[in-house]
C-alpha cells in the first residue's frame, strides 16, 4: 500500500452517492486501503497523512460505507426487531421507549412493526424483520404461535415458549394492591372493565382481580364487569360501556377498576355525563400509570408499571442472549406499584 500523499485527481460533482472504488480512484489508492481506514480495522500499516487524506475525502463527497456490506464482513448487522400491537401513546410507547433507550446505548439499530393483533402479521412480520437484518426481536403484548427463528424477548407475552424470555408484571401483586385498597375505603361493590380479548394482560388481569376480590370476601357480578372489544387505545372505547352500566346499574357500584388508564379517563368522562363525581359518588382505578394519569382530572389512581424499565429489561435481556448467554430465568417478574391519587374515596354511605 502507497503511504504517500498525492495530488487528489479532480473528480467530477454528481448527485449519486459516491462508490468505495471511485473515491479510491479519485485518492489513487486501492479500494482495501480506503475500507481499512473508513471501517476502522485494526492491525493495518497506513501512515496517519494517508488516513486523514482518507477521512477529509470521504467527507467532501458524504461517503458512507455500506452497512450491508459490513454486516456480511462481520456477520453481524446490530440490528434489532420490534413488534407490537400499535403505534400509539400510553403502554406500548413508554416500554418501546426503553428498548430503544437501551438499544442506542449500546449502538444498535431498531426496525418496529405493528401487527394489531392479527396472527398473520406477527407472523409475517417476524420473517420479515429477520429478512432485513435484525438478529433478535422484542415483542410488546405479542402471540406468538411459534417462536421466531432467533432471540426474542417478549414484554407481557404471557406464554411459554422454548427460547423466548418472558418480561411480565407480577399481576397477582398487582390485583391485591387494587382490590385492598378500594377494600380499605370501605368500598364492597365493585365494577370491573375487562380489557380485550386479544390483548396478552386481559385474561390474566381479570382472573388475578376475581381471586382477589374473593381473598376480601367480595363478590364479582359479571352483569357489573362488561369487556372492552375494539383493538383500539382511546377513552372513547370505555364510554358505552360505563353509559350503560350508569343506566342499568346505577346504584350498584361505588367503584370501577379499569383495564388500564386510557379506560380510566373514558370512565370518568361517562360519568360525569350521567352525573355522577369522580370520586363523591364512583372511585376510579386505572392500570399502567402512563404519563397522562397524573394529569387527569381526577388525578387517576392507578397500579404503575415500570413501563420504561421494562423496555430496557427486555432490551438488556435480548442484547445478552443475542450475545451468546443462555443462562438466567426465561420468566422476569417485574413489582407493581399502588399509586393513589384523586380518583379514589371511601363511598359516601360509608
Known sequence: MSGRPTKDKPFPPSEKPISLKLLAEYLDLSPATV????????GRSISEPTRQRIREAA??????PSLVAQSLRRKQSFTV???????????????????????????????????????????????????????????????FVRPPAVPTVAVAGH??????????LDHERAAFLTIKHLHGLGHRKIAFIRGQ?????????????????????????ME????????????????PLVEQLCRKHRNEFTAIVCFNDIAAIGAIRALHDAGLRVPEDVSIVGFDDIRMAAFSTPSITTIRQPLQQM????ARILLSRMGGKTEGADEVAVEPELVIRESTLPPRQA
Open 59 to 64: 467527507k467532501k463527497f458524504n461517503y458512507r
Open 159 to 168: 406464554t411459554t415458549m422454548e427460547g423466548v424470555v418472558n418480561v411480565v
Open 197 to 221: 380479548p386479544n390483548s396478552s394482560d386481559s385474561e390474566i388481569r381479570w382472573r388475578t382481580m376475581c381471586e382477589a376480590a374473593k381473598r376480601f370476601d367480595m363478590d364479582v357480578r
Open 81 to 143: 426487531g420490534i413488534l407490537l400491537p400499535e403505534l400509539s401513546d400510553g403502554y406500548h410507547s413508554q416500554v418501546s421507549g426503553g428498548i430503544a433507550d437501551h438499544l442506542i446505548r449500546e449502538g444498535y439499530f431498531y426496525l418496529i412493526a405493528h401487527h394489531r393483533h392479527r396472527a398473520d402479521l406477527v407472523e409475517e412480520y417476524s420473517h420479515m424483520l429477520m429478512s432485513r437484518g435484525a438478529e433478535g426481536i422484542v415483542a410488546i403484548d405479542t402471540h
Open 311 to 314: 423496555g430496557e429489561t427486555a
Open 35 to 42: 475500507s481499512v481506514v473508513l471501517n476502522n480495522v485494526p
Open 224 to 239: 357489573l364487569a362488561p369487556q372492552l372489544t375494539v383493538d383500539e387505545t382511546t377513552p372513547q372505547l370505555t364510554y
